[in-house]
């Protein structure tokens, strides 16, 4: 064990803070640098992608002839993704990227991983709220029927990003592994996490087993906020909460696990 | 106060687990100062990483009852894509310390010119080893760690670093790990020698250095730490 000198709650959460704040700062400015659009990348970057996908869609008429209008479904689908996965895939490099770091005590693993995470949540939600300002201001979406519950499924979208990147990124610091195997999952999860899809569109045997992905209630409630009573939807806040509890606290449990091991 | 209580340290390795520090204690008192003397591989760098809180002991203890600095120096906790001007505010936010009073104070101190404003990745290895220096001293501790790391530089650098750590800030507490048992006569009041993972206490810093020269004639070297 390695205490200071009887800290108090108050005292270590000002630690945090500025812990938070520096890497906050030092992280915006290695990854967008200074030039040109410098941290407008960090909304810039997701809605570039967003957009791509919404054009690929638009063009396949992905929404099946539904009553879902196809770009409202394309930004609420691609957007979903963004929250879950970016965090995650971003959190494979925290710690070893950020390992120098470590050397200032209180500098931990969980502050690294928690920076990346508040970025990757920012710029998803930066880009979600642009392109949907933009399409209703333009026509091409309608505005969401139930903004609380829009809000609701995106914090839910949130949390379970949040949990799976502090597993991924404790995880990484035990075995290189954990990342090499990320990437194909997220990639294999995209099609399956039911952004390209309404569960209700599926046949009733497939619906069961697609529902045991945490994302796919939380991206069926935000559709839900959006098109209201337009399309049938399929969630279940209860399970998604069980499982983001659970990935959150083994997250935790690992964090605390990795700050142990390391070594310079 | 600054106490270390039964700290062992365990590294895992291929060929498995290899205890580099074994049930070291000891206490210092700000003002006060240790010498520590061992060989390359002996552990001293492990020792300091330790007191200073960027690694965890296997085993054991360490209460920091005073503020003790990252391991002088080090210049390795740098980012690259950073520029030393960057560097500074990043330290500085991490221990709550403004950074605007200490920009001329680390400006005259490296003499990096217009480098200060430039990314460190196209600082040379004098430039790097001045910045970590001068950052170290840019914060306010009350207890300082020195590697070995600082003995390098040109004899003008050094007298500087001699300044600025054992005249200006001689009422704080140091400890200087390293294998030249001339530095630890010059600077320390008390000395130990860090010999197979023990740390072996010695009444005078002379008795210290006897033993040190000692061992270094009879043993083989142990095995070299990366």
Known sequence: ?264 | MLAIEHVSKVYATRQGPRKVLRDISFRLERGENLGILGRNGAGKSTLIRLISGAERPTSGRILRGMRVSWPLAFGGAFQAHLTGLDNLKFVCRVYGVDYRPLVPFVEEFTELGIYFREPVLHYSNGMLTRLAFALSMAIEFDCFLIDEAMVVGDVRFHERCHVELFHKRKDRAFILVTHDADVIKLYCQNACVLHEGRLLPFPSVDAAYEFYQATMSSCPDPVESP
């Open chain 1, 1 to 264: 064990m390695t205490t200071e000198s009887t800290p108090t709650l108050l005292h270590s959460l000002g630690i945090q803070r500025r812990v938070l704040h520096a890497l906050l700062m030092r992280e915006i400015i290695t990854r967008f640098g200074r030039e040109n659009l410098g941290v407008l990348w960090l909304v810039a970057e997701p809605m570039l992608f967003t957009l791509g996908i919404v054009t690929l869609w638009t063009a396949a008429g992905l929404s099946h002839g539904s009553a879902i209008p196809i770009v409202a479904f394309a930004v609420t689908g691609y957007s979903s993704v963004l929250m879950w996965r970016n965090s995650a895939s971003r959190a494979t490099t925290a710690v070893a990227n950020n390992k120098p770091l470590l050397f200032h005590r209180n500098v931990q693993i969980i502050d690294v991983l928690l920076t990346r995470i508040a970025l990757e949540i920012g710029g998803a939600t930066g880009s979600f709220i642009v392109l949907s300002l933009l399409f209703i201001f333009l026509g091409w979406m309608p505005a969401p029927q139930d903004l609380l519950e829009v809000i609701f499924g995106w914090l839910m979208l949130a949390w379970f990003g949040a949990s799976l990147a502090l597993l991924i990124g404790a995880g990484t610091a035990f075995s290189e592994v954990v990342e090499r195997l990320w990437h194909p999952a997220a990639y294999l999860l995209f099609p399956l996490s039911g952004a390209a899809f309404m569960v209700d569109w599926l046949p009733v045997g497939m619906q069961k087993y697609v529902l045991l992905l945490p994302m796919v209630h939380g991206t069926e409630m935000l559709r839900e906020g959006y098109f209201g009573n337009a399309v049938p939807t399929h969630h279940d806040a209860g399970y998604m909460a069980s499982c983001c509890l659970v990935l959150s606290l083994a997250g935790l449990y690992l964090v605390r696990q990795a700050s142990r091991r390391v070594e310079f």
